[in-house]
C-alpha cells in the first residue's frame, strides 16, 4: 500500500452523523483522490485534489465534502446528506495527473 | 466519451496454465493504460502501464500486457498462474477530457484453481 495511509480500518457510524476518514501520504505526491468502492461497480471518484489549497468533484460529490490544507493530507468527510454511506473507500495519491495512483488500504464505513 | 471496458466478470484458470485478462478501451488520441490489482480489503496495488513504445509491457510479479492499437485492446497476460494470482484486476485509462483524471473499468475477479 506504498506511503499512503487510511484511518479508521473499519467505521460506523449512525444515521445523521457526519465522519470523517483520514488519509495521510509521505511520497511527495501532488494530486490526491477519493474513490468509493461498492461490489461490481468499480471504483467511483469522489473528489480530487491536484495541489493544495483546490480541489474538484469527481462523479459523485454529493453528500462528500473535502479540504486540502497541507500537501500530505485529504480527509472525507461524509455528511448525513449522503443518503447510503456504506461501502469501502479508497484514498489515492499520484506525482501528477498522468501518472499511476498509489493507493492506501481503505476504510470500510457501515451506517448501522 | 473516453471509456474502458472489462468484458469478463470471472475468470478462471487452472494453476500453471497461462492467464489473460481482457480489457478494451475508448480515448480520443493516444492513450494512456494501466493496470492494478487488488486482494480481499486491501487497497489497489499498480502491475503496469502503457504510455508509449513496445506494445509488450512487463510488470510486477510476472505479469505483461500487449497494447493492440487496431483492436483497442490492453489485455493482461501471465504465461503460468499461481494460485497467489488470485484476486480482482481492474484496467484503467487517463480520461484526457477531464483533467487527465484515471477512469477504471468495473474489474474482472481471477480465480486460479489449484
Known amino acids: 500500500d506504498g506511503g499512503i495511509t487510511q484511518s479508521p480500518k473499519y467505521l460506523f457510524r449512525k444515521e445523521g452523523q457526519n465522519v470523517t476518514l483520514s488519509c495521510e501520504q509521505n511520497?511527495?505526491?501532488?494530486?490526491m483522490y477519493w474513490y468509493r468502492q461498492d461490489p461490481g461497480q468499480g471504483l467511483r471518484l469522489i473528489y480530487y485534489?491536484?495541489?493544495?489549497?483546490?480541489?474538484q468533484k469527481g462523479d459523485i460529490a454529493e453528500g462528500y465534502s473535502v479540504s486540502r490544507e497541507k500537501k500530505e493530507s485529504f480527509p472525507l468527510t461524509v455528511t448525513s446528506a449522503q443518503k447510503n454511506p456504506t461501502a469501502f473507500y479508497l484514498c489515492?495519491?499520484?506525482?501528477?495527473?498522468?501518472?499511476?495512483?498509489?493507493f492506501g488500504p481503505g476504510t470500510r464505513l457501515t451506517v448501522l | 466519451a473516453q471509456s474502458v471496458a472489462q468484458p469478463e466478470d470471472q475468470v478462471n484458470v487452472a494453476e500453471g496454465n497461462p492467464l489473460t485478462v481482457k480489457c478494451t478501451y475508448s480515448?480520443?488520441?493516444?492513450?494512456?493504460l494501466f493496470w492494478y490489482v487488488q486482494y480481499p480489503n486491501r487497497g489497489l496495488q499498480f502491475l503496469l502501464k502503457?504510455?508509449?513504445?513496445?506494445?509488450l509491457v512487463k510488470g510486477s510479479y510476472g505479469f505483461e500486457a500487449e497494447f493492440n492499437k487496431s483492436q483497442t485492446s490492453f489485455h493482461l497476460k501471465k504465461p503460468s498462474a499461481l494460485v497467489s494470482d488470485s484476486a480482482l484486476y481492474f484496467c484503467?485509462?487517463?480520461?484526457?477530457?477531464?483533467?487527465?483524471?484515471?477512469?477504471f473499468g468495473k474489474g474482472t475477479r481471477l480465480h486460479i484453481l489449484p
Open positions: 480515448v480520443s488520441g493516444n492513450p494512456y
Open positions: 489515492a495519491s499520484s506525482s501528477t495527473a498522468y501518472n499511476e495512483q498509489f
Open positions: 484503467a485509462v487517463r480520461d484526457m477530457n477531464r483533467d487527465d483524471k484515471i477512469i
Open positions: 502503457y504510455i508509449t513504445g513496445d506494445n
Open positions: 485534489s491536484q495541489i493544495v489549497n483546490d480541489f
Open positions: 511520497l511527495n505526491h501532488d494530486a
